[in-house]
């Protein structure tokens, strides 16, 4: 069962997008926790690690997305967490995806991407835990 | 964390974390005795009457004393997918900052009743790691289930003035459930005489006691913090409540053996020609072992 935390970070309200891919997610399986809106990458770690999840998704429409981004990675680290996968949806200008995969993003989705690409993506990953 | 996060706490809630995903997949609660005055709390209710935000405002009068708290939170998971949307943490977003208010939202995973089947052994592993408030938030509607209180000290029930017609429904459920019922969103127009209704309603040597509880106001929230401190734990229905739990978990054994194609296809035969209780026997001799 594999675990999401989506989370919005910095001052972007619009959360209609993040609610989609939440129901698209749970339609797919996952178990997904959404954190509502105007989250601080240092709450968006702690998130992730009370809930343990497998994955943490970031929706960003802001264009604050580079910035944003880098925080919640040193957050994720320093929070134990840098073994889980980030991955980006939102506003994202093509010239940025490569930028963000050289900070250590997963994957990122930029406006268009279907929905079977997203669905693939997730399917695709591993539960953080070992099987014992 | 680089903030204002220290490294004891957060090396405590990386700890209770990563127990309780052992407890999720199956391992044994974590040994060990509770700390001196803790409590656990199951608050039930229908929805929308403001669970989550009583436990906020609860958690905020722990924390003035120092005591950790931990919320384990339960949504339904979809029978149909399996897939489920926890939304619980939103309206604790006051202790987003804080590493010491733990949420954990957990998916029932076909466990009916409103919990999850690892909620009794993460309760444990909470106890034994030092929290000192736990509250249980079960899966809002079907609020009758007495499994809460096997793993519960306290049970509260929380309705609001809009609960009104609901109260004769409730009310088996209520008198075998809660130890005390709070009237939330006591500043709404007809508080008053909700809670007359609801206390006639209740009338009798067992009944529990009733609270108005306001929380934008604060009215009443530190009249609950100290009964909830107080109240001696229930033990009479402890044995209904561990009967429940044990009823669920083979309710749960059942639905895992549904699964298996060939088992799906027997049972659906006998009940298409109507023969329920030859279904029901051919199921039980189905289910897993071990």
């Known amino acids: 069962m594999t675990r999401v935390l989506l989370a919005k970070p910095g001052l972007d309200g619009h959360d209609k997008g993040v609610k989609v891919l939440a129901t698209m997610l749970r339609d797919a399986g996952c178990e997904v926790i959404y954190t509502g809106l105007h989250q601080t990458p240092e709450r968006i770690a702690l998130a992730a690690l009370q809930e343990d999840v497998d994955v943490v998704g970031l929706s960003m429409l802001s264009g604050a997305h580079m910035e944003l981004t880098a925080d919640v990675l040193r957050e994720l680290k320093s929070a134990g967490l840098g073994d889980r996968p980030v991955v980006i949806g939102g506003n994202i200008p093509r010239h940025d995806i490569a930028k963000l995969e050289a900070l250590g993003v997963a994957r990122v989705f930029p406006g268009g991407s279907s929905y079977d690409d997203i669905i693939n993506w997730f399917s695709g990953l591993a539960s953080h835990r070992p099987v014992s | 964390m680089t903030g204002s996060v220290q490294d004891s706490d957060l090396a405590k809630v990386s700890k209770l974390a990563k127990a309780l995903t052992e407890v999720e997949h199956g391992h044994p609660a974590l040994p060990g005795s509770r700390p001196p005055g803790a409590s656990v709390v199951g608050l039930v209710g229908p929805p929308g009457v403001g669970k989550s935000t009583v436990i906020s405002a609860l958690a905020t009068r722990a924390r003035q004393r120092g005591e950790s708290v931990a919320v384990l939170a339960v949504d339904p998971s979809s029978p149909i997918t399996g897939g489920a949307l926890l939304g619980d943490r939103i309206r604790m977003n006051a202790h987003g900052a804080d590493p010491l208010v733990f949420v954990r939202s957990f998916a029932s995973r076909g466990h009916p009743g409103g919990l999850a089947a690892a909620i ?171």
């Open chain 2, 120 to 290: 009794p052994d993460a309760v444990q592993t909470a106890l034994a790691l030092g929290w000192d408030r736990i509250f249980i938030e079960p899966v809002g509607g079907g609020q009758n289930d007495i499994e809460i209180a096997s793993c519960a000290d306290i049970v509260l029930l929380v309705l609001s003035p809009e609960s009104g017609d609901d109260v004769q429904a409730l009310k088996a459920g209520i008198l075998e459930l809660a130890d005390i019922i709070v009237v939330n969103k006591a500043d709404r127009p007809g508080a008053q005489s909700f809670l007359r209704v609801l206390q006639s309603a209740l009338a009798g040597p067992t009944a529990p006691g009733c609270m108005m509880l306001s929380v934008p106001d604060g009215t009443g929230i530190a009249e609950l913090d100290e009964a909830l401190r107080t109240q001696k734990p229930v033990r009479s229905r402890r044995d209904a409540a561990l009967l429940a739990s044990v009823m669920n978990e083979v309710v749960a054994l059942a639905r895992r053996a549904l699964s298996d194609p060939a088992v799906r296809a027997g049972v659906l035969r006998l009940m298409h020609d109507g023969r329920r209780a030859e279904a029901a026997e051919r199921l039980l001799r189905e289910l897993p072992h071990g």
